[in-house]
């Protein structure tokens, strides 16, 4: 048997599907539908079990196996996967909260552009009410830096921002 099949945390499941069966009797192509394993498992799992041969087909009755699913499922190699599985889950969690609270890098940011100020925005960048202008750049980075650069710069500055770029309302009927 693998280490860590996949079918201890269906058991129950499984075992429901088994209980249903109309004949007391299970085969390999039953448990290979009910666990969700291939032949070669399946034909692991019932052979200790079989009590009828059938052709080439061994039989095992049904609370048999669901007794010993239960005993497999209790050994120690059902503990690990387990633990296993939850340190799994764990880590992948963590890892996803790091991801939201770091998130990928476009840019690589100097402390200069970290401090950037909308008087002294790089060249080609450049804000009018209802325009914002980025040119003159000869790479993708060389924009990307230009559009953080623009972005700190907001974000220091948030009101100069909105009113250079606020286009000037006119009365009604003026």
Request: aromatic residues 4%; proline residues 6%.
């Amino acid at each position: 048997m693998p280490d860590k099949p996949l079918w201890y945390d269906r058991l129950a499941e499984a075992e429901a599907q088994l209980a249903t069966l109309p004949s007391p009797w299970v085969d390999r192509a039953t448990l290979e539908s009910i666990l969700g394993i291939g032949r070669r498992r399946a034909q692991q799992l019932l052979q200790p079990l079989v009590r009828h041969t059938i052709g080439r087909n061994g039989l095992a009755l049904k609370d048999e196996v669901i007794r010993y699913l239960r005993h497999l499922a209790r050994g120690d190699k059902a503990v690990y996967e387990q633990q296993r599985r939850r340190r799994v889950a764990g880590l992948i969690q963590t890892w996803h909260r790091e991801a939201l609270k770091q998130p990928q890098v476009l840019v690589e940011a100097s402390d200069t552009i970290l401090a950037q100020h909308l008087e002294d925005l790089p060249e080609g960048v450049r804000l009018s009410p209802g325009r914002i202008l980025i040119e003159s750049f000869m790479t993708p980075d060389e924009a990307k830096q230009k559009l953080l650069a623009l972005i700190m710069a907001m974000g220091n500055d948030p009101e100069e921002f909105d009113r250079r770029i606020t286009m000037a309302q006119t009365a009604p009927g003026q």
